[in-house]
């Protein structure tokens, strides 16, 4: 595998003395249109862009992001929609990575190799599938990285010395930490040193890894983990789009405006 965008990125940001900041949001949300409004707002500020997959059914969501999910379904978004969405990004942002985020029932009723196909065509980095869990994802991360894209493997609190030595060894250029054993968006139940303590562990396993931690950051928190070598930020944009098309005002402004905030946190 040639040198990835995702790779470049972190490169660029270890060179510059900074973590990278990784946004989340859905694409669909509230409109294929506004969702990818939002997508090219928060790029100007993000170093990678992770694009949600709604799903119906999620394992590992919030409420927040669930309602995000909800919105784009009930306004009809597709996988078909997603991968134009993506196509279309990259047209004007080629090197800002993206990363696609779903559930591996998306991927298996569309097929897996057509889903590969699709994603590299329009462009995707790199991919988390949260309910195939390591080893059963060895096959669909191969055909990835056969792609050239990155299969990103997650670690979370309660992975074992031994498993976690394993998953590394078979990760791609980016592993995923779960901060905490919740959904996402909850409130972090342990201290950010506690995080940090458990990262830099993981860290010494393997420090040639690009290792981020996501679950629980929000703009209380961010700064206070900014030693990771990134950091993903999701749920507390979702409810920043909810709130603003509750209030009737423009998610696109409010939400470029939060992670503009969030970035002068970490650098």
């Known amino acids: 595998m040639n040198i990835s965008p995702i790779s470049l990125t972190f490169k660029k940001c270890k060179k510059e003395k900074r973590t990278a900041l990784i946004t989340y949001t859905v694409a669909g949300d509230n409109t294929k249109k506004k969702s990818f409004e939002i997508l090219n707002a928060v790029s100007k500020h ?12 999620p394992i590992a969501d919030g409420g927040q992001i669930q309602n995000s999910s909800y919105r784009a379904i009930k306004n009809g978004i597709k996988l078909k929609d997603i991968f134009q969405i993506v196509k279309k990004f990259k047209k004007n942002q080629y090197s800002k990575p993206v990363i696609l985020m779903g559930y591996y029932n998306t991927i298996f009723q569309f097929g897996e190799n057509k889903f590969i196909k699709e994603s590299k065509k329009s462009g995707v980095d790199g991919l988390i599938v949260v309910d195939l869990p390591w080893p059963e994802n060895k096959k669909l991360a191969k055909k ?3 792609n050239s894209i990155n299969f990103i493997q997650l670690l979370s609190p309660t992975t074992s010395l031994i498993r976690l030595r394993k998953i590394l060894k078979d990760s791609h250029d980016m592993v995923y930490y779960i901060s905490m054993l919740s959904t996402t968006g909850g409130k972090l139940k342990v201290s950010p040193k506690k995080i940090l303590e458990s990262y ?3 860290k010494k396993i393997n420090k040639s890894k690009n290792l981020v931690i996501g679950f629980g950051i929000t703009d209380k928190t ?13 749920s507390a944009l979702c409810k920043e789009i909810s709130k603003s098309l509750r209030n009737r005002q423009n998610p696109v402004t409010n939400v470029n405006k939060m992670v503009s905030k969030l970035k002068s946190k970490i650098i």
């Not at 993000?46 to 059914?57: F, Q, R, V, W, Y």
């Not at 961010?222 to 999701?234: M, N, Q, R, Y």
């Open 200 to 202: 830099n562990k993981i």
């Open 222 to 234: 961010i700064a206070s983990l900014k030693k990771a070598d990134g950091l993903v930020v999701g």
């Open 46 to 57: 993000a170093d990678i862009c992770e694009i949600g997959m709604p799903h119906n059914t």
């Open 144 to 146: 990835c990285k056969k």
